[in-house]
């Protein structure tokens, strides 16, 4: 069983920046950011490997940075630039399984354990 743990969420100025963190209790494989606007699907939004891949939705890319350290067992995503769109609940994912990375590391259905959920809204 693994237990996750969201903080960092808050309101924001669009062009700003927040960080997001991730506790996570429990060995991990994959990790992963995924987001829940209201009325629209939850989408993934950067995924990274316990050995250091990481990969990034197209919206997301050279602005959002996902990261880990091992040590702490604690997941990072820095939003830079942020914008209107990025409005949305943000959930932290993990998977135990060896072969995560390869079963569709953008797909929910990929992670067993997922968090609470941290809100993220940006302004105009």
């Known amino acids: 069983q693994v237990q996750l743990m969201e903080s960092g969420g808050g309101s924001v100025q669009a062009g700003g920046s927040l960080r997001l963190s991730c506790a996570a209790f429990g060995y991990t494989d994959c990790m992963g950011w995924f987001r829940q606007a209201p009325g629209k699907e939850r989408e993934g939004v950067a995924v990274?490997?316990?050995?250091?891949?990481?990969n990034y939705a197209d919206s997301v890319k050279g602005r959002f940075t996902i990261s880990q350290d091992n040590l702490k067992n604690t997941l990072y995503l820095q939003m830079n630039s942020l914008k209107s769109g990025d409005t949305a609940t943000y959930y932290c994912a993990a998977d135990r399984r060896a072969d995560c990375w390869w079963r569709g590391i953008f797909s929910g259905s990929t992670y067993a354990y997922w968090g609470q959920g941290t809100q993220v809204t940006v302004s105009m």
């Open positions: 990274i490997h316990r050995h250091g891949s990481a």
